[in-house]
């Protein structure tokens, strides 16, 4: 993970990024509207279903009732006075039979009545008005009503299994134990049919008010249901109403975010692909803003952020789009732009006006890349690409509005296929650490391992670090791939084994990993989740690194070190820092540069240039590694010049875990031994 010499270089990033698709806010309000109105209403449905059958069973059981009075009032009234005190097993008398079928026939005929029988206590029919049921078995009914009970059902006429004839009209069937006179002795049972019609149309008359007022009384729980969900719910809308805003605008500035402007943009080359009328995509970025929030506090640099972002849409046409990308950068949309340079250029002059923060009057330079559709492209990933390519040059060569060309990507097309694949690599954990030790020069003893990462590639199979780092270090994707690298290496110094001891761990960190806000958060957040000690943390930045942003380098690492995480600088001798600023950094080690290391035995000026790193790094108390010893000699040659530790192929190659944890069973009987 070892950055390039030079200044940053343009961010490419090919990955497709994924389009939100999917009904607005409104609809989705609406939809769960929709949806919760008939949900409730399935409940209430059910309730009403439950409460009308209920109704109705009881209007049936009412109808059912009001036959047994009917019935008792019959027996009492018209029956029994009629009967003498002989159990109806020994029969009716003439005058008894007499008188049944005048007042039998009299009722039948008014359909008052539609079966009536008298049986005998055990059972067997005595009398029917229609001279049936005397040769059939006596009924379990009429064996209950005989011993005293009062048995009533809904059903029709001839609907018993023993009846003979057609089946009638619904009846209420009554089976009531008689009384001879006045006394209190059964003397047998009557069996009664009456017509269901009349007292179902006095049930259904009173059924069909209920009915109505179940319907009144449902539309009002529904109603009120209803009330109360929109109250309750008024705030919940409003909050949805409110984060639907937020998830499409920046939260400081409100300008539509990164989404929308992603969508805006495929509209736009889109409409211009179709209709021939060029459509502008501009990435702006502010010329050291950071210096901003560093010197004035962030609460400053936020209103400078908002006071720009006014500007900005006040400046655009109705058509065009302005959006916050993040930090401080912005996107520019200019739609049917003949000259859109000139108009980005107007924009910049926009930005440079003075700006009064808190009382202090600012001016904010501003880099501007940006694309030309259909021209340039007419997919919109790679037109961002592009435009941020374009405006990593404008910033380095400090063009104000720099336009797009295809020479200035460094990089082949493949190359930037391969950053792509790298994001789903580290999702998908196709990477791997592979640590080589680094000893002391005067005992042999291992003090700590750096972590390598090697990427297995489902086609091209084990990259080593060199294949795709480079290409990486120029996107913020270098930012995700530090973070997994550092999480990996301090969850395996976890599991390290006892041989290995208090061995620490070494992880490069690039410019862009320093330049990054949370980077020391970042850091202090591993060591806690993970639970290792800080002191067994070293992060390695190359000098080239550290003069990409001085300040804010510094500060990265003396937040870091005050933790107690240990600092070294790679590839020292490379670059072209100062020893004044060196001094001023809390460093712990310095690592000379192999190219000095492999033919210092055959060049006295890099021996001379090994031996005066040697004694700067301890004249400012630092710890001095060599890099790349591959032979005895060399080792020897550095023991014997000073230096403290050193690293390469000859204490060990890069390896796995578990061959790193095999190395150490095997060395620890050879401790003091540089091989």
Not at 70 to 76: D, G, I
Not at 107 to 131: C, F, T
Not at 243 to 248: F, R, T
Not at 608 to 635: C, K, P, Q
Request: glycine share 8%; hydrophobic share 40%.
């Amino acid at each position: 993970m070892t950055p390039p010499d030079g200044a940053p270089e343009p961010s490419v990033s090919p990955t497709k990024r994924r389009r939100r698709t999917g009904p607005t806010t409104h609809q989705s309000v609406l939809r769960l509207l929709v949806s919760y109105a008939a949900i409730s209403l399935v409940p209430v449905l059910l309730l009403g279903l439950l409460l009308a059958w209920s109704y109705r069973s009881e209007a049936r059981q009412r109808g059912v009732a009001e036959g047994r009075s009917e019935a008792l009032v019959v027996a009492q009234t018209a029956l029994e006075p009629r009967l003498s005190n002989r159990p109806l097993s020994q029969g009716l008398t003439p005058s008894e039979k007499a008188s049944m079928q005048t007042l039998v026939s009299k009722a039948v005929r008014q359909h008052d009545i539609l079966r009536l029988r008298l049986r005998d206590l055990s059972g067997n029919v005595v009398y029917s008005d229609d001279g049936s049921g005397f040769k059939e078995r006596p009924e379990d009914e009429a064996l209950e009503a005989a011993h005293g009970e009062v048995v009533a059902e809904l059903t029709r006429l001839n609907a018993d299994s023993n009846d003979t004839g057609k089946i009638g009209p619904e009846a209420v069937e009554i089976y009531q134990p008689l009384l001879a006179g006045n006394s209190e002795t059964r003397v047998g049972v009557l069996e009664l049919y009456l017509p269901y019609a009349p007292i179902s149309a006095d049930v259904t008359a009173g059924l069909h008010s209920l009915y109505r007022d179940l319907i009144l009384g449902l539309i009002g729980l529904y109603a009120a249901l209803s009330v109360i969900w929109f109250s309750v719910t008024r705030r919940l809308r409003v909050q949805l109403k409110r984060n639907a805003y937020l998830a499409e605008h920046d939260s400081l500035t409100d300008l539509p975010n990164r989404e929308i402007f992603l969508r805006r943009a495929e509209a736009a080359v889109a409409s211009s692909c179709e209709g021939g009328r060029p459509t502008a995509i501009a990435i702006v970025d502010l010329d050291r803003f950071k210096e901003v929030n560093d010197t004035l506090g962030h609460l400053n640099g936020d209103r400078l952020l908002t006071e720009l972002a006014r500007r900005l849409s006040t400046f655009m046409r109705p058509k065009d789009c302005v959006a916050r990308l993040g930090g401080d950068e912005f996107g520019i949309i200019l739609r049917e732009v003949t000259d859109a340079a000139e108009v980005l250029w107007r924009v910049r002059t926009v930005i440079q006006h003075e700006i009064s923060v808190s009382g202090l009057p600012l001016t904010v330079d501003s880099s501007i890349g940006f694309v030309v559709a259909p021209d340039d492209g007419s997919d919109v990933d790679e037109l961002l690409q592009y435009a941020d390519v374009a405006m990593y040059v404008a910033k380095e060569q400090h063009g104000g509005v720099v336009r797009y060309s295809p020479d200035q990507i460094r990089y082949h097309p493949k190359d930037l296929a391969l950053v792509g694949q790298l994001r789903q690599a580290i999702e998908t954990d196709q990477l791997v650490l592979h640590y080589q030790p680094k000893a002391s020069l005067a005992t042999g003893q291992v003090e700590s391992v750096e972590a390598l990462v090697r990427w297995r590639h489902p086609t091209l199979g084990l990259l080593f670090p060199d294949g795709f780092i480079p290409l990486v270090e120029q996107t913020d994707l270098i930012n995700k791939l530090t973070e997994w690298v550092l999480h990996r290496a301090l969850s395996d110094l976890g599991g390290f084994s006892p041989e290995m001891g208090h061995v620490g761990v070494a992880v490069n960190v690039s410019a862009r990993n320093l330049g990054h806000p949370g980077f020391a958060d970042l850091v202090i957040r591993e060591l806690e989740e993970t639970g290792m000690s800080a002191d067994r943390l070293v992060v390695e930045i190359t000098e080239t690194a550290l003069l990409v942003d001085p300040v804010g380098a510094a500060a990265v690492l003396r937040r870091i070190d005050a933790f107690g995480v240990s600092v070294s600088i790679d590839d020292f001798g490379s670059g072209q820092t100062s020893l004044g600023y060196l001094s001023t950094l809390p460093i712990h080690e310095l690592k000379i540069d192999r190219s000095f290391i492999g033919d210092m035995l055959v060049n006295p000026a890099h021996a001379a240039i090994v031996r005066s790193i040697v004694d700067l790094g301890h004249n400012l108390h630092f710890h001095v590694v060599g890099e790349g010893v591959e032979t005895t000699e060399t080792w020897e040659r550095l023991r014997d010049s000073g230096c403290d530790s050193a690293q390469g192929y000859l204490i060990a190659r890069p390896m796995p875990l578990k061959e790193l944890h095999a190395w150490f069973s095997r060395a620890a009987t050879s401790a003091s031994s540089p091989a």
